[in-house]
């Protein structure tokens, strides 16, 4: 079946812009993940989904990271005023239920912040 | 507070040589789970294994093997006639608590050569 879709692959901004990430996770997976990975580094959690609520954001590093799930199904990452700091490769992942589920990545979305 | 570490940053062997990619964790729950991830050069993280605390049970996949200790909070990886495929950069991953965030180590960079 499809796996993890993100969109876009790559996304190129300049400083001070917005930019919206997309995750559309596996059908029939309740919980999703958002995680974001600098260069050299293991991947860092930023958000947790069960449903449509966020359950846990403790990984958001300031508030002009949002993200949503309206429908608890897509969620989209969001980031105000973004700055060169930003710039690394955003991962989603999802898993079927909850606490004893293996997440399943998607293939990231590449952000460059000019 | 959780933390996996991986001490070898990168790693080269010639086909077929066996090699152990090594993972130590902390942790201060009592139920958790241990992954490992692969990442090749196309980005995408495979999963690759799930381990809960309570199943020290070694396990064999193929030419994959992973040796988890409780005793030493390790969950070494194997690769038994190491091929060209294998190449690519190797997470180990620590998750517990209530919304099972994976907390990933820094990788190990395999390189396989022919």
């Known amino acids: 079946g499809a796996g993890v879709s993100q969109t876009p692959s790559n996304k190129v901004t300049e400083k001070g812009k917005y930019v919206e990430l997309r995750c559309d996770p596996i059908s029939g997976h309740t919980a999703l993940y958002w995680y974001r990975q600098s260069l050299g580094q293991g991947p860092e959690f930023l958000i947790y989904?069960?449903?449509?609520?966020?359950?846990?954001d403790s990984g958001l590093p300031n508030d002009r990271f949002f993200a949503v799930r309206p429908e608890g199904s897509v969620s989209t990452l969001k980031i105000q005023r973004t700055e060169r700091g930003d710039s690394a490769v955003y991962l989603c992942?999802?898993?079927?239920?909850?606490?004893?589920?293996?997440?399943?990545f998607g293939p990231g979305t590449r952000l460059t912040v000019l | 507070a959780q933390k996996v570490t991986q001490a070898q940053t990168e790693i080269s062997v010639v086909e077929k040589e066996d090699v152990t990619l090594d993972c130590v964790y902390e942790?201060?729950?009592?139920?958790?789970?241990l992954f490992w991830y692969k990442q090749p050069p196309s980005g995408e993280l495979v999963f690759l294994i799930r381990r809960n605390s309570f199943d020290e049970q070694n396990e064999i996949s193929g030419r994959y093997s992973w040796n988890f200790q409780k005793s030493t909070s390790s969950f070494n990886f194997t690769i038994t006639a190491s091929q060209v495929v294998d190449s690519a950069v190797y997470f180990c991953?620590?998750?517990?608590?209530?919304?099972?965030?994976?907390?990933f180590g820094t990788g190990t960079l395999l390189a396989v050569q022919p």
């Open positions: 942790t201060r729950d009592t139920t958790y789970y």
């Open positions: 992942a999802s898993s079927l239920r909850l606490s004893t589920d293996t997440q399943y």
């Open positions: 991953a620590l998750s517990g608590g209530a919304t099972n965030k994976l907390i």
């Open positions: 989904f069960q449903g449509t609520g966020a359950a846990d």
